[in-house]
């Protein structure tokens, strides 16, 4: 589905990852790319003609694609339960090692619809449906539609990694003082049991 990636050492997209994390995707330009990179402009142009194909290129350049499907491979459990918590995490460590990725993503988002994120969502759909297959083996689940399990899911891990920069400063040094373990199996729990006691349901 994507084209080969380049090579995220290209000294074109070291330059092109700094400058648009610095000064966000409208306010940059390849003049500035080719500065930051010590090149003449018509060197960047050669490669990348435009500002949409350097993003592009830096997006592939920097996938997690292949560090999520491994981890989507790794998950392990023997419940619902264990199976969610597990993948969470995995899925969380993911995106961390991937900080820089994230960042990238969010200028797709603001300029070009998510296309590349959607593409990846579209290369990793498989293995989410064999976990999801794997958490409904054991007929555990509510009688809930895969398409509203899968979005509350993405819902919960994309919260999960952009809460945090969300709160106030405050906010963030008091989170550290509880292990990030607590917090996703939290999430988790909220997303297993729901936030009412039974005796409270109706």
Do not use: C
């Not at 976990?131 to 899968?150: C, F, H, Q, T």
């Amino acid at each position: 589905m994507f084209k080969r990636s380049p090579d995220p050492r290209d000294p074109i997209l070291s330059a092109a990852r700094a400058v648009f994390t610095q000064n966000g995707y409208a306010e940059t330009s390849l003049e500035q790319v080719a500065r930051h990179a010590k090149l003449d402009l018509a060197a960047v142009q050669r490669q990348y003609s435009d500002k949409e194909k350097l993003l592009a290129a830096m997006l592939r350049a920097y996938s997690p694609q292949a560090d999520f499907e491994a981890a989507l491979d790794a998950v392990q459990g023997s419940s619902a339960a264990d199976i969610l918590r597990d993948m969470m995490r995995r899925l969380v460590e993911v995106a961390q090692r991937h900080n820089d990725f994230f960042e990238l993503a969010v200028i797709d988002a603001q300029s070009n619809n998510g296309t590349f994120l959607s593409n990846l969502s579209a290369a990793i759909f498989p293995k989410a449906t064999e976990i999801l297959g794997k958490m409904k083996a054991n007929d555990e689940l509510r009688p809930v539609s895969d398409a509203v399990i899968g979005r509350t899911l993405i819902a919960m891990w994309i919260g999960y990694i952009v809460s945090e920069r969300a709160l106030p400063q405050v906010a963030r040094l008091a989170m550290r003082f509880m292990p990030e373990r607590i917090w996703l199996d939290g999430m988790v729990d909220l997303m297993l049991y729901g936030l009412l006691e039974d005796n409270a349901r109706t």
